[in-house]
């Protein structure tokens, strides 16, 4: 019998913060015969993750969960890490029935100091709304990364992102739809999207996971956003480089 939504959030909760304790528990969430693990650093099943908190434990980590979402057998979250190193994460499980059994991940270095609009890459709403517009929104998000993103229609814009109060997360750009294009549509492209994999959506917040290079180098793009009357009003993002293939602990790929 399937958990409910929110004893599955419960449990993905139970697990993350079992990174603090190094308590290999925490992973009894996780069925170790189907387990699928996509970050390419983390060896497959429940001994690999019973491994990872054992070693992360030695360096007394703080996990925060900031945000934490459902999408029928999927769960994800929204994380602030402290690993010696802090790092803000996006975490995506899949479920099937009681247990967790594929993994997704993507994180990227904390910068402390608010953007030039006095955001950090974590604050902001963090409840779920809309529940009744969760596919419209879920179409909405798919639509504009394909066509803005990675379609690159600048022009676009606006049929997407609502004008008058739009609040950016990235440490590195500001609030509002003139500074939002001035970004995306430079001369010299460093953020250049060319697939999205996936979509997850609970309500007024949509994540999308996008493939495409930083810099020209191979990276995954996770933005998360929040919606209001069919428009993005607020976005969060991770960028991560994917490690080069010799590497990797496992062969599933990053996405």
Known sequence: MALNASTRKARIKTLLKGIETGDPEAASVVNERQYIQHNPLTAEGNVGLAELFKRL?????????????????????????????????????????????????????RVDDPNPSGHTMIDGPTEVGDLDRTEENRELARSFVEEVLV???????????????????????SDGLPALNRALSADRPVRVYERI?????????????????????????????????????????????????SEWKNENGKF
């Open 197 to 245: 994999h996936r979509v997850l959506a609970e309500g007024n917040f949509v994540l999308t996971v996008s493939e495409g290079s930083l810099d020209g180098t191979h990276s995954s793009f996770y933005d998360l956003f929040r919606f209001a009357n069919g428009k993005i009003v607020e976005h969060w993002d991770t960028t991560e480089a994917v490690p080069p293939r």
């Open 57 to 109: 434990a030695k360096t007394a980590p703080r996990v925060e969960i900031v945000r934490v979402f459902e999408d029928g057998d999927f769960v994800f979250a929204h994380t602030d890490y402290d690993f010696n190193v802090r790092e803000i994460g996006f975490e995506v499980f899949r479920f099937e029935g009681e247990r967790a059994v594929e993994h997704w991940d993507n994180l990227q270095t």
């Open 151 to 173: 379609g690159r229609r600048f022009d676009r814009l606006e049929r997407y992102v609502d004008s008058a109060s739009y609040t950016e997360h990235n440490p590195s750009m």
